[in-house]
């Protein structure tokens, strides 16, 4: 039996405000929330029985949170495909999180720069993606799902606003999620440019995949953390692209807060 659901919400958080929201939290972006927020509930990937990660920077917890007056569940960490787990094993938190009545998530990720007129450390929210990964988390069903409409165009919206209203640089574009662990060669680069992409990363699209497939509304940020091989003229250095998640964070933060706190969309 699938335990994806066919329901259509067309809910956004700001018309479902008992409804929880979910953040993914990606590389160097974990430690940045859920301080000085109250906790409601705090589990680990194990315990809820989901796939744990193996890779530093990734650890693998649920936190729900009071974040400025809405229950938000942070999921600080990932698993990933080039760690061995298949498509439908990288998309377990995002059953999990429907099961339990999230409506909206949030997606964030490291990504390799591709557009020579975005930089490190800015922030693109994902317009579209290129699922490069040779999978779906939806083999053996259900089949044949929309993908003309993954990421919300009413979140897009609403992030837009938030951006311009704090003076937050908010890039748009097209993201492309391969399977890795390694990174790209320049080849591979001059190769995602051409085919229309502007970020290029290891993540996201499965679980965007698998969200609205469950009918929740999905929202993706990639933290440019460097310029993709080739563009760059330094060798990629994963210790490099934590430290730039971590230092690009508290813009992200700050446009979260905007956003959760924004005013309610017209009904
Ligand atoms: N390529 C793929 N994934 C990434 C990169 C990159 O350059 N940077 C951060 N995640």
């Known amino acids: 039996m699938s335990d994806h659901g066919n329901q259509e ?15 993914v939290l990606g590389s160097g972006l974990r430690h940045v929330f859920g301080h ?5 509930e705090d589990i680990s990937f194990t315990d809820a029985g989901l796939p744990a990660s193996t890779v530093p920077g990734h650890d693998g917890r649920l936190t729900l949170v009071e974040f400025a007056g809405r229950p938000v569940w942070l999921v600080r960490g990932r698993v ?5 787990h298949d498509a439908r094993a990288t998309t377990a938190t995002v059953r999990w999180l429907a099961a339990r009545g999230v409506r909206t998530l949030i997606l964030t990720n490291a990504a390799g720069c591709l557009n020579p007129a975005f ?4 922030w693109m929210m994902l317009t579209d993606h290129l699922n490069l990964t040779g999978t779906s988390p939806l083999i ?5 799902h929309d993908m003309s409409r993954v990421y919300s165009p009413q979140l897009h919206r609403e992030f837009i606003d938030s951006a311009f209203t704090r003076g937050l640089v908010l890039r748009e574009g097209v993201y492309a999620g391969v399977t890795g662990p390694q990174y790209e060669t320049p080849a591979e680069v001059r190769m995602l440019r051409l085919l229309g992409a502007d970020a290029v990363g290891m993540s996201t699209v499965l679980e965007a995949i698998e969200a609205r497939a469950l009918g929740l509304e999905v929202a993706a940020f ?15 250095d994963h210790s ?19 956003w959760l706190a924004g005013p309610p969309a017209a009904a």
């Open 36 to 40: 000085s927020e109250r906790v409601l």
């Open 80 to 84: 990933h495909l080039y760690e061995g």
């Open 140 to 144: 053996g069903g259900p089949h044949f």
């Open 222 to 236: 990639s933290c440019l953390t460097n310029m993709a091989a080739g563009i760059s003229p330094t060798p990629l």
């Open 119 to 122: 930089a490190p450390g800015e």
């Open 9 to 23: 919400t067309g809910a956004g958080p700001t018309s479902a405000t008992s409804a929880p929201i979910a953040i």
């Open 240 to 258: 490099e692209v934590v430290a730039a998640g971590q230092a690009a964070a508290g813009a992200f933060c700050d446009l979260l807060r905007e």
